[in-house]
C-alpha cells in the first residue's frame, strides 16, 4: 500500500501542474485540460483519505465517482463552448475570445 504523504504529495504536484496550466496557457482546449488535472488530484485526495480512514466508510469513493461525472460533463460543455468559438472566431485562443463582442 502506497504512503498517504507520497499520495497527497503526488496530488499537490498535479495540483500545482494544473493551476500552472491554468495561468499560462493561451488555447481553450488546453485550459480545460488543466482544468481535468486540478479535478484529478483532487479526486486523488478524496480516495486516498477515504483508503486510510479509520472508519472505513466509502464515502470518499462515492465522492469521487461523483466528482468523475462532474468532470465529464465539464468537459462535454467546455468543448461544446470551444466549438461554438471556433465557429464565430475561428480560433480556439483565449485573447481573441475576450475581445469578442456580440
Known sequence: MIP???????SGVLFAIGIFGVLTRRNFILLLVSIEI???????????????????SPSGQSIAVILIGLAATEIAVGLAIVLALNRIIGSVNVAQAMELKL
Open 4 to 10: 498517504l504523504d507520497e499520495l497527497l504529495g503526488f
Open 38 to 56: 486540478i479535478m484529478n488530484a483532487a479526486i486523488l485526495n478524496f480516495i486516498a483519505f477515504a483508503a486510510y480512514s479509520p472508519s472505513g
